[in-house]
Each structure stands twice: as C-alpha cells, then as structure tokens.
C-alpha cells in the first residue's frame, strides 16, 4: 500500500496492482501497468516528489514508471523466475530503489538490493544479510543514510557502501517497519503484538510496547511528524 504525496492517490499491492483516486485519474496507467506485466504486485511505491512509481511482482521483476506522463522507464527482471519482489521503497532524493527478494525455493537466504533508477539494469549495491532472515520487508531512513530489512529479524545497513550496520532479533516474525522522523529510532511491529523500537545509533533496544491483544499482528505502524 502506496499514497501519493498529493494525498489524492494510492496504490494497492496484494493480488493485482491498483492505482485510483477519486477522479480516476490513475485508471489508464493502471491498465498500462495490467498490460506489460500481468504477474501479481507485492511491492509498490511512490517517489517523495510524486513523480516516479514503482512495482514488484512476482517473477522477481519491477518496474519504474514516470507517473505524470505515464511512461514505463524501467522494466527489469532481477531474479529468477521463481523469486518475487516483496517489498521497495524510493531513497528520499527518488535517485536509489531498494528491493527485497525472496526465492521461493531459497526462502532463507533473501536478497536485499540497492539501484540507481536511472541505470537500474544491475544494482548499485547486494546487502549482505546472515542466513535464515527472510527479509520481505524494506525501508529507506528519512535522511537517506540508512537501509533497513525485516522478516525473521531485522538488520540495518549504511545506504552508501552496504556496510550491516546492526542487527536486531526479536524472536517472533517482523510485520511492519518505520523509521523515525529524524532516522535516529527503527519501529518493529511484531507478529505476537508488540512493537519494539530501536536504536539506529547504539543498536540497542529503546523500549517495547506491549500488544493490546495476544497474537494481533502489527501490519503497519508510523511515526507521528514529530517523532
């Protein structure tokens, strides 16, 4: 699930991509979309300028349209046919995509890569990531310094060179991730419940929040603007 900067669009992933408003003024991209890749969308995002959007399907493909002028400037397949695309999200200058990956029949040992959008044929960086994690979930800190990965754990690496930065084992699988406004805390939302956050500075746990309800998973979660 993707809104538009402009507040007015938004876009769902799941089965097949969505885009709409309430002019549907997203409705003939949409098909575009439909037409050159007919796989399901997991992975979907707007560029912070609104410009941009991107999808990950299934195949292990994605995709970078120009969304004003409805134009498909990248059309990649990065992985294997039997990989998909889980999760994306735009660096915050809209230059870097990051991608989450997973084998289907490698489902341990994920694959979290970085790509220039404008040469996105091979990636700009292969984080490394320990075996075992499952990765399908991807965040960009607000200042562009820091990636983030998480499934069975999560991990943080530098956004520049791909250096792991930290890694945080949480013992239940990771439903959601956020960074905070100023990228100094990562927020885990967890699958029993409970949200984490943590610090990206020390690598230590700041405080957990205890779940509402036993086994009421934390899909999604955000920061307030000021943090």
Request: charge should be negative; charged fraction near 15%.
């Amino acid at each position: 699930f993707a809104i538009h900067p402009n507040g007015q669009i938004y876009a769902l992933s799941n089965s097949f991509l969505r885009l709409a408003d309430g002019q549907n003024a997203a409705a003939e991209l949409s098909q575009k979309m439909t037409e050159t890749y007919s796989y399901a969308a997991l992975g979907v995002d707007f560029s912070p300028d609104g410009k941009l959007f991107a999808g990950g399907y299934l195949g292990g493909r994605f995709q970078v349209w120009d969304f004003e002028h409805q134009t498909l400037l990248v059309d990649q397949t990065a992985w294997g046919e039997y990989e998909s695309v889980k999760s994306l999200d735009f660096s915050p200058d809209g230059k870097r995509l990051v991608l989450a990956c997973t084998d289907v029949m490698d489902v341990a040992n994920p694959i979290v890569r970085i790509y220039a959008v404008a040469a996105a044929q091979n990636p700009a960086l292969e984080l490394q990531s320990p075996g075992g994690t499952g990765y399908s979930l991807v965040a960009w800190s607000p200042d562009g310094r820091f990636v983030a990965g998480a499934g069975e754990q999560a991990q943080v690496w530098d956004a520049d060179n791909g250096q792991t930065l930290f890694s945080f084992a949480s013992g239940t699988k990771i439903r959601s991730l956020a960074f905070s406004p100023d990228s100094r805390l990562l927020a885990l939302g967890l699958e029993n419940g409970e949200i984490e956050l943590w610090s990206v500075q020390t690598g230590e746990k700041v405080t957990s929040l205890p779940a509402n309800r036993a086994y009421n998973y934390v899909n999604a979660l955000a920061f307030s603007p000021d943090g």
